[in-house]
C-alpha cells in the first residue's frame, strides 16, 4: 500500500477554537498518523496514510469544523512518508505572529448546563468556560495563544482541570482560560471604599443581586471591563446614575435575563433573536413596544429615564456565567451601561476602579482574573433585515478583514501599514500581507486616559504581532490627537506619514467590505471632517476610481457661529444656516434658536456672523440635521454627539408620509446641493404649527431625493452610503429602497461601523490602493478637476 505525508498550513480562526483535539480526533478516527501544533501562522499539521484515507481527512477537516472555527487559507505540500508511528498534539512554536486573534466568545451551551447544575464540580463557578467559549483578547499577551501568553498563567491548574487540559478527547483541551472553584479566579464583593465587609464571602453574587434590588448601583468586572448596573424598573435609581454619571440624555443599554423576558417589552425580527443568541452576544437595538401593546405584567415596565423619548432600546443578554448567575438571580432587566466616567476610557482594574469610580458605584462585584486588553460591548441595528454594526468591539474585534483581491495590493511584499484612525470614536487598523486587523471601539480621544489606551492599544498590537509599520496613515485634520501622534510614532519609528481625506476614509471602508470592481459614487455624511479646501466637509459626494476620487457635488456651505462650540449647541447650527439664508434680517425672527440664546449672546452672536468672526463654513449633513432639530424645537444643547439627529429620527415615528420639500441643484459639478427652498418651506410648516414628526419626515425624504437626483447626474450604478449620518435607520432604508427603484446598487456599512469607527480601515485602503496603482500619494489627495457641465433640475 502506497503511503503519502501531506504537510499543511492553515490560517484563519484556529486557534483557541479546538481546533487541534478536533484535527487529533479526525487522524486518530482514519488511523492516519504524524502530528499538529500550534504557530505564530496559524496550525501546523504533518498527517501519513494511505490516498483515500488523505483525502477523506482533507474533505472533513474543511467541512466539520468547531462552532468557532474558521478556515482561511490552506497550505499544502506533497512529500515522502517519513514513518510516523502515531498521531500527537506537539508544543506551540514560535514565530513571527500572523495567527488570528480571536475576540472573547460568549458562553456555550455546554458551560452554561454546568454552572446550573448542582451535581457539576463547577455549579456556580463565574468563570466557566471551554474551548467554544469564554476570554480571548482580553487576556492574551502574544501568540502563539496558550496559558503562558495569557493571564490565566497566575493561576496553576488542579489535578482534575489539568487532565481535562491535556487530554484531546475533552472540550476543554487546551482551553487557556480553564479554572474550577479550586484552582481558578474568584469573585468578591467590595463596599463603595473597595473592601471586602464581613458577611460577603460566601455568594457574593447573591449578595450583589440584593444590592441591585435595593435601588443601589452596583459596579460588575465581566470580560473586557466593568459595567455600571441599577434596576432598569427603577425610576429614582436611574435618574440617580444618570446624575452621578453627568450622563443627562443619551439612553443606557439594558441587559435582559432572557429573550422571552425581551420579547416582553420589544418587537423583535428573527434575525435580531439570533444576534442576541449568538456568541458574540452584542447589544442590538430594538423597537419598543407601544404602551398600548398587551403586557404580561405593566407594573414591570423600563423605567422611563432608562432612554426618555426614544422608540428603541439597546439590549443584551448575559454572555458570561457571572452575568448568567446574576441575572438568573435577578430574574429583571438592568441598566448595564460602560463602567467609567464621562470622556474616560472603560474601567477594567479592580484596583484602581474604587478610585475612578468613586462617588459613582455604590458596590464592586470584582473577580481577581486580570484584563490585559478592555473592551466595550459592540453595537448593532438592523438595516434592510441585515446586522449593521455600530460600535465594533467585544465578539467581534480583533477579527480581521481580508477586503477582495481587486482591492488588495498586488506587491509581493505589500508594506505593512498603522493606521490611527479619527478623533472620535477611534479605532486603530493594522494590515499585514491581505488582512487589516481592527481593534476595539476606543472612543472618543478628548481627555489625557484616552490618548493614554489609545497609545497603549498601539503598542499591543504591534507587539502581539511582532511587527513595525513601513507607513502611517492618519487623518488629513492636522489637530486631530490621533493625526499628532501618527507624527509622534513616526518620529520614533523614522516611517512616513499620510493624510488621508476623512470622507474618502469613510467611502473607502464602505467599499473594503463589497467586492466592488468598477468606479462608484460616494456619498459621505457626516458631522465633520477637515475638506481639501480647508472648510468642514460632511455632505458629500465623491466618484472614486481605482486612483483616488473627485469631489462631484456637495451641500452648500453655510456658517457655523462658534466653530466647535457649534457641535455641541444645535442652536448655533440653526443661527448659521439662517444667517447663510437671509442675512442681517433673521434679528426680524423669533424662532425656537433665538428664543434658547439670551439678547446678549444673541447680539454677540449676529457679530460674528456679519464679521465672519469664528464662523467657519461647512458642508456638513449632520450639521443640517442639528439645525433643523433646532428649528423644530426638539434639542437646542446636545448632551452627547448625534442627539439632535436621533431626536428628529424619533420624532417621524408614526409619521412618515411621501412628501419632500424642494431643493435647488446647480448645474455643472461639482454639483452645489442649495438647501434654502427647503428652509424657506420647512419655516412656512413651522409658522402654520405642523407637527414636528411631519416636517422631520419629510425632511428625512428631501435628503433621500436629493441622493437619488444626485445619483442620477453624475451617472454611477454603484452608490455607496457612509458616514455617521447612515446610523439613522430611517434615512438608510429609505434611502436604499429609492436607489433599487431607480436601478442603482447601494451598498451601505454591515461589519464596520459607518460612522468614524470605520475611518482606520479606510485609511488603510487608500494607501493600498496607492501601492496597487503605483501613483504618489498627493495624488489621491490633489483637487478633483470639475468635470463637464451636466442639465440642471430640481427636487
Same mark, same amino acid.
Given at each position: 500500500m502506497t503511503l503519502r505525508r501531506l504537510c499543511l498550513t492553515l490560517q484563519g480562526a484556529v486557534q483557541g477554537v479546538g481546533f487541534r483535539p478536533f484535527v487529533y480526533r479526525l487522524a486518530i478516527n482514519l488511523d492516519l498518523k504524524g502530528w499538529v501544533n500550534n504557530s505564530a501562522q496559524g496550525v501546523e499539521i504533518e498527517v501519513e496514510g494511505p490516498t483515500h484515507l488523505l483525502n477523506s481527512f482533507l474533505g472533513q477537516l474543511k467541512n466539520d469544523l468547531p462552532p468557532r472555527a474558521v478556515i482561511e487559507m490552506i497550505e499544502c505540500t506533497d512529500d515522502a512518508p517519513i514513518g510516523y508511528t502515531s498521531f500527537e498534539i506537539r508544543p506551540s512554536t514560535e514565530g513571527s505572529s500572523t495567527a488570528l486573534l480571536l475576540p472573547d466568545i460568549a458562553t456555550c451551551a455546554d458551560c452554561l448546563r454546568e454552572i446550573f447544575d448542582p451535581c457539576d464540580r463547577r455549579y456556580r463557578y463565574p468563570f466557566t468556560n471551554c474551548t467554544n467559549c469564554g476570554p480571548r483578547y482580553s487576556i492574551i499577551q502574544s501568540l502563539p495563544y496558550d496559558r503562558h501568553n495569557a493571564t490565566m498563567r497566575h493561576f496553576k491548574m488542579c489535578p482534575d482541570c489539568q487532565s481535562e487540559y491535556t487530554d484531546p478527547l475533552s472540550r476543554r483541551f487546551h482551553a487557556q482560560p480553564n479554572a474550577c472553584p479550586i484552582c481558578g479566579p474568584q469573585v468578591e464583593l467590595w463596599n463603595e471604599e473597595g473592601q471586602l465587609e464581613e458577611g460577603w464571602q460566601d455568594e457574593p453574587i447573591q449578595h450583589a443581586a440584593e444590592a441591585i434590588r435595593q435601588g443601589k448601583i452596583l459596579a460588575v468586572k465581566g470580560l473586557g471591563g466593568f459595567h455600571l448596573m441599577v434596576d432598569a424598573r427603577n425610576q429614582a435609581a436611574v435618574e440617580r446614575l444618570r446624575e452621578r454619571k453627568h450622563r443627562p440624555d443619551k439612553p443606557f443599554a439594558l441587559m435582559y435575563p432572557s429573550l422571552k423576558r425581551v420579547r416582553h417589552d420589544c418587537e423583535i425580527l428573527e434575525v435580531e433573536a439570533e444576534l442576541l443568541r449568538s456568541h458574540t452576544a452584542p447589544i442590538v437595538l430594538l423597537k419598543r413596544k407601544q404602551k398600548n401593546s398587551v403586557r404580561v405584567d405593566p407594573e414591570n415596565n423600563i423605567a422611563e429615564a432608562v432612554a426618555p423619548g426614544y422608540p428603541h432600546l439597546?439590549?443584551?443578554?448575559?454572555? +458570561? #456565567?457571572?452575568?448568567?448567575?446574576?441575572? !438568573? =438571580? %435577578?430574574?429583571?432587566?438592568?441598566?448595564?451601561?460602560?463602567?467609567? @466616567? &464621562?470622556?474616560?476610557?472603560?474601567?477594567?482594574?479592580?484596583?484602581? +476602579? #474604587?478610585?475612578?469610580?468613586?462617588?459613582? !458605584? =455604590? %458596590?464592586?462585584?470584582?473577580?481577581?482574573?486580570?484584563?490585559?486588553? @478592555? &473592551?466595550?460591548?459592540?453595537?448593532?441595528?438592523?438595516?434592510?433585515?441585515? #446586522?449593521?454594526?455600530?460600535?465594533?468591539?467585544?465578539?467581534?474585534?480583533?477579527?480581521?478583514?481580508?477586503?477582495?483581491?481587486?482591492?488588495?495590493?498586488?506587491?509581493?511584499?505589500?508594506?505593512?501599514?498603522?493606521?490611527?484612525?479619527?478623533?472620535?470614536?477611534?479605532?486603530?487598523?493594522?494590515?499585514?500581507?491581505?488582512?487589516?486587523?481592527?481593534?476595539?471601539?476606543?472612543?472618543?480621544?478628548?481627555?489625557?486616559?484616552?490618548?493614554?489606551?489609545?497609545?497603549?492599544?498601539?503598542?499591543?498590537?504591534?507587539?502581539?504581532?511582532?511587527?513595525?509599520?513601513?507607513?502611517?496613515?492618519?487623518?488629513?485634520?492636522?489637530?486631530?490627537?490621533?493625526?499628532?501622534?501618527?507624527?509622534?510614532?513616526?518620529?520614533?519609528?523614522?516611517?512616513?506619514?499620510?493624510?488621508?481625506?476623512?470622507?474618502?476614509?469613510?467611502?473607502?471602508?464602505?467599499?473594503?467590505?463589497?467586492?466592488?470592481?468598477?468606479?462608484?459614487?460616494?456619498?459621505?455624511?457626516?458631522?465633520?471632517?477637515?475638506?481639501?479646501?480647508?472648510?468642514?466637509?460632511?455632505?458629500?459626494?465623491?466618484?472614486?476610481?481605482?486612483?483616488?476620487?473627485?469631489?462631484?457635488?456637495?451641500?452648500?456651505?453655510?456658517?457655523?457661529?462658534?466653530?466647535?462650540?457649534?457641535?455641541?449647541?444645535?442652536?448655533?447650527?440653526?443661527?448659521?444656516?439662517?444667517?447663510?439664508?437671509?442675512?442681517?434680517?433673521?434679528?426680524?425672527?423669533?424662532?425656537?434658536?433665538?428664543?434658547?440664546?439670551?439678547?446678549?449672546?444673541?447680539?454677540?452672536?449676529?457679530?460674528?456672523?456679519?464679521?465672519?468672526?469664528?464662523?467657519?463654513?461647512?458642508?456638513?449633513?449632520?450639521?443640517l440635521f442639528d439645525a433643523i432639530a433646532s428649528l423644530t424645537n426638539k434639542v437646542q444643547i446636545s448632551s452627547y454627539e448625534g442627539q439632535a439627529a436621533a431626536a428628529l429620527e424619533s420624532a417621524l415615528t408614526g409619521f412618515e408620509t411621501e412628501e419632500?420639500?424642494?431643493?435647488?441643484?446647480?448645474?455643472?459639478?461639482?454639483?452645489?446641493?442649495?438647501?434654502?427652498?427647503?428652509?424657506?418651506?420647512?419655516?412656512?410648516?413651522?409658522?402654520?404649527?405642523?407637527?414636528?414628526?411631519?416636517?422631520?419626515?419629510?425632511?428625512?425624504?428631501?435628503?433621500?431625493?436629493?441622493?437619488?437626483?444626485?445619483?442620477?447626474?453624475?451617472?454611477?450604478?454603484?452608490?455607496?452610503?457612509?458616514?455617521?449620518?447612515?446610523?439613522?435607520?430611517?434615512?438608510?432604508?429609505?434611502?436604499?429602497?429609492?436607489?433599487?427603484?431607480?436601478?442603482?446598487?447601494?451598498?451601505?456599512?454591515?461589519?464596520?461601523?459607518?460612522?468614524?469607527?470605520?475611518?482606520?480601515?479606510?485609511?488603510?485602503?487608500?494607501?493600498?490602493?496607492?501601492?496597487?496603482?503605483?501613483?504618489?500619494?498627493?495624488?489621491?489627495?490633489?483637487?478633483?478637476?470639475?468635470?463637464?457641465?451636466?442639465?440642471?433640475?430640481?427636487?
Amino acid at each position: 500500500m502506497t503511503l503519502r505525508r501531506l504537510c499543511l498550513t492553515l490560517q484563519g480562526a484556529v486557534q483557541g477554537v479546538g481546533f487541534r483535539p478536533f484535527v487529533y480526533r479526525l487522524a486518530i478516527n482514519l488511523d492516519l498518523k504524524g502530528w499538529v501544533n500550534n504557530s505564530a501562522q496559524g496550525v501546523e499539521i504533518e498527517v501519513e496514510g494511505p490516498t483515500h484515507l488523505l483525502n477523506s481527512f482533507l474533505g472533513q477537516l474543511k467541512n466539520d469544523l468547531p462552532p468557532r472555527a474558521v478556515i482561511e487559507m490552506i497550505e499544502c505540500t506533497d512529500d515522502a512518508p517519513i514513518g510516523y508511528t502515531s498521531f500527537e498534539i506537539r508544543p506551540s512554536t514560535e514565530g513571527s505572529s500572523t495567527a488570528l486573534l480571536l475576540p472573547d466568545i460568549a458562553t456555550c451551551a455546554d458551560c452554561l448546563r454546568e454552572i446550573f447544575d448542582p451535581c457539576d464540580r463547577r455549579y456556580r463557578y463565574p468563570f466557566t468556560n471551554c474551548t467554544n467559549c469564554g476570554p480571548r483578547y482580553s487576556i492574551i499577551q502574544s501568540l502563539p495563544y496558550d496559558r503562558h501568553n495569557a493571564t490565566m498563567r497566575h493561576f496553576k491548574m488542579c489535578p482534575d482541570c489539568q487532565s481535562e487540559y491535556t487530554d484531546p478527547l475533552s472540550r476543554r483541551f487546551h482551553a487557556q482560560p480553564n479554572a474550577c472553584p479550586i484552582c481558578g479566579p474568584q469573585v468578591e464583593l467590595w463596599n463603595e471604599e473597595g473592601q471586602l465587609e464581613e458577611g460577603w464571602q460566601d455568594e457574593p453574587i447573591q449578595h450583589a443581586a440584593e444590592a441591585i434590588r435595593q435601588g443601589k448601583i452596583l459596579a460588575v468586572k465581566g470580560l473586557g471591563g466593568f459595567h455600571l448596573m441599577v434596576d432598569a424598573r427603577n425610576q429614582a435609581a436611574v435618574e440617580r446614575l444618570r446624575e452621578r454619571k453627568h450622563r443627562p440624555d443619551k439612553p443606557f443599554a439594558l441587559m435582559y435575563p432572557s429573550l422571552k423576558r425581551v420579547r416582553h417589552d420589544c418587537e423583535i425580527l428573527e434575525v435580531e433573536a439570533e444576534l442576541l443568541r449568538s456568541h458574540t452576544a452584542p447589544i442590538v437595538l430594538l423597537k419598543r413596544k407601544q404602551k398600548n401593546s398587551v403586557r404580561v405584567d405593566p407594573e414591570n415596565n423600563i423605567a422611563e429615564a432608562v432612554a426618555p423619548g426614544y422608540p428603541h432600546l439597546g439590549i443584551m443578554l448575559p454572555y +458570561t #456565567p457571572l452575568h448568567h448567575l446574576l441575572m !438568573a =438571580d %435577578l430574574d429583571f432587566p438592568v441598566v448595564a451601561t460602560s463602567g467609567n @466616567p &464621562s470622556g474616560v476610557p472603560i474601567c477594567f482594574n479592580e484596583r484602581q +476602579t #474604587p478610585q475612578d469610580l468613586k462617588g459613582l !458605584a =455604590d %458596590l464592586y462585584l470584582i473577580h481577581n482574573r486580570p484584563i490585559l486588553s @478592555p &473592551s466595550d460591548d459592540s453595537i448593532i441595528q438592523v438595516i434592510n433585515n441585515q #446586522p449593521q454594526i455600530l460600535r465594533r468591539a467585544r465578539g467581534y474585534a480583533p477579527l480581521p478583514i481580508s477586503p477582495s483581491p481587486i482591492q488588495n495590493s498586488k506587491l509581493s511584499s505589500p508594506p505593512t501599514i498603522l493606521a490611527v484612525g479619527a478623533h472620535l470614536k477611534n479605532t486603530i487598523a493594522l494590515s499585514l500581507g491581505d488582512r487589516i486587523f481592527l481593534s476595539p471601539h476606543l472612543g472618543d480621544l478628548g481627555t489625557v486616559q484616552s490618548l493614554k489606551r489609545f497609545q497603549k492599544t498601539i503598542r499591543d498590537f504591534l507587539q502581539i504581532y511582532d511587527c513595525q509599520p513601513d507607513i502611517i496613515a492618519c487623518d488629513a485634520h492636522p489637530d486631530y490627537a490621533s493625526t499628532q501622534a501618527a507624527h509622534t510614532f513616526a518620529q520614533e519609528w523614522q516611517v512616513p506619514v499620510i493624510p488621508v481625506q476623512h470622507h474618502y476614509a469613510h467611502v473607502l471602508a464602505c467599499i473594503a467590505e463589497h467586492p466592488l470592481e468598477r468606479a462608484a459614487l460616494g456619498i459621505a455624511w457626516d458631522g465633520s471632517g477637515y475638506g481639501l479646501d480647508g472648510t468642514l466637509w460632511g455632505g458629500e459626494f465623491l466618484r472614486i476610481t481605482t486612483s483616488g476620487f473627485e469631489r462631484v457635488g456637495y451641500l452648500r456651505p453655510f456658517q457655523l457661529p462658534g466653530g466647535e462650540k457649534a457641535i455641541q449647541e444645535p442652536r448655533r447650527a440653526a443661527l448659521g444656516l439662517l444667517y447663510s439664508c437671509f442675512g442681517e434680517a433673521i434679528e426680524q425672527k423669533q424662532l425656537a434658536p433665538m428664543q434658547a440664546f439670551s439678547p446678549q449672546s444673541l447680539k454677540l452672536l449676529y457679530t460674528m456672523l456679519d464679521r465672519h468672526i469664528n464662523t467657519p463654513m461647512t458642508s456638513s449633513v449632520g450639521r443640517l440635521f442639528d439645525a433643523i432639530a433646532s428649528l423644530t424645537n426638539k434639542v437646542q444643547i446636545s448632551s452627547y454627539e448625534g442627539q439632535a439627529a436621533a431626536a428628529l429620527e424619533s420624532a417621524l415615528t408614526g409619521f412618515e408620509t411621501e412628501e419632500h420639500y424642494p431643493v435647488q441643484i446647480s448645474s455643472t459639478l461639482p454639483l452645489i446641493v442649495d438647501w434654502r427652498p427647503m428652509l424657506n418651506a420647512i419655516l412656512e410648516d413651522i409658522a402654520v404649527g405642523l407637527d414636528a414628526g411631519l416636517i422631520s419626515s419629510k425632511f428625512h425624504n428631501t435628503l433621500v431625493e436629493i441622493i437619488v437626483n444626485v445619483s442620477h447626474r453624475v451617472g454611477e450604478s454603484y452608490v455607496v452610503l457612509t458616514g455617521g449620518c447612515f446610523q439613522n435607520r430611517y434615512l438608510s432604508e429609505r434611502t436604499s429602497k429609492r436607489l433599487r427603484e431607480e436601478n442603482f446598487q447601494p451598498y451601505w456599512h454591515q461589519q464596520i461601523p459607518t460612522n468614524d469607527g470605520g475611518i482606520a480601515l479606510g485609511q488603510v485602503m487608500s494607501i493600498k490602493r496607492s501601492h496597487r496603482s503605483s501613483i504618489n500619494i498627493q495624488d489621491v489627495l490633489s483637487d478633483p478637476q470639475p468635470l463637464p457641465p451636466r442639465t440642471s433640475s430640481c427636487v
